[in-house]
């Protein structure tokens, strides 16, 4: 009898060992289970998240998309003001913005001329870049006017000499505030051209350092703007030099493309590198790149700008009134050339005679609407990096 309760015990004992071994394995499996559902479960969300992500549409491409051709055609036109139809001539032409000159601060008020550019963005379906050139020194519209600026902006070279490139911080700062309160957005400076003959064209313009200095000041002005959401143009491309003046006559470059890099190149690398939101192109013709075309409007200019320096930002012309486009080809005829070289913006009066032209080229097939929405999205990610659309 007492035999048998011991092997009755033992018995028992193994039967609840058993079921505590079997418990323990597959609770532990269990577990092993339920960790691995938890990761898979959070990679399936993150997937979503991804896939969602992903799915996003780029707003402006949403705006490109939604736009008529007129709209995206007149975008790429950044216009002296016109004497007349000022208000209308922006909804007829849907133009991309307003460049201001002298005549148009004459006789206005700080209110007059800030209520002046308000009835222009008005009158814009999408916000208009308005520019103005303020270099300081001798090229400067708003503080001709006494009544708009105390002082005149000082140049670059004054600038340095008084206070070095700290003093060429704090003055783009100030102008970059005095241009925001009038609705002016885009300043169309610094200059970027090394220039080293006190006689030459530019000179006066430019800081009037060489390649190192004159890219520390490209760099310190693109830097300050950039903080004031006020737009930046690097001037002129490839690089002004000692030339002639191509306001007056057609100018030829004849420095090697290798001179160019080892200067007048540099200054542009900084200011990109620096976050440049545009630059403007000479309409100099350069032998050392393209013997046959003035530089604004030579694909072999804007490729060099786009591939070697790696710009990706919004590409215009100078002033095609200047007799160094002018003198070489028609107007009716320029603004389609100078698309179709790789520009973004066209500065221009002859808008009028321009726009017809692009518009013919665009449904011939002559001009892409591809390359038109290409950019078309340069000029508006720009108004979008200035907080013009939100």
Known sequence: ???????????????????????????????QTNEKTSVSSTAVDESVATTSSSEKKDPIKEVVANMTLEEKVGQLFFVRVPEVNQVEDITTYHLGGYVLFGRDMENESQTSLTQKIASY???SKIPLLIGSDEEGGTVTRVSQNANLVAEPFASPQALYAAGGFAAIKSDTINKAKVLHDFGINAGLFPIADVATDPNAFIYDRTIGLDAQGTSEYVETVVK????????????HFPGYGNNRDSHVEIVRDTRSLKELRETDFKPFKAGIKAGADSVLVSHNIIDGIDKTKPASISKAVHDVLRNELRFDGVIMTDDMDMAGLADFISQADAGLAALKAGNDLIMSSSYQ?????????????????????TAVMRVLTWKKNLGLIS
Not at 224 to 235: D, N, R, V
């Open 224 to 235: 300050a703007l950039k903080g004031e959401k006020s737009g930046s143009t690097l001037k």
């Open 353 to 373: 005679v321009q726009i017809p032209r692009i518009l013919t080229a665009v449904k011939s097939g002559e001009y892409s609407e591809e390359a038109l929405d």
């Open 121 to 123: 963005q008005s009158a």
């Open 1 to 31: 009898m007492k035999r048998f309760l011991i092997i009755l015990l033992v018995a028992i004992i193994l039967v609840l060992g058993g079921f505590f071994i079997l418990n323990l394995f597959f609770g532990f499996t269990n577990y």
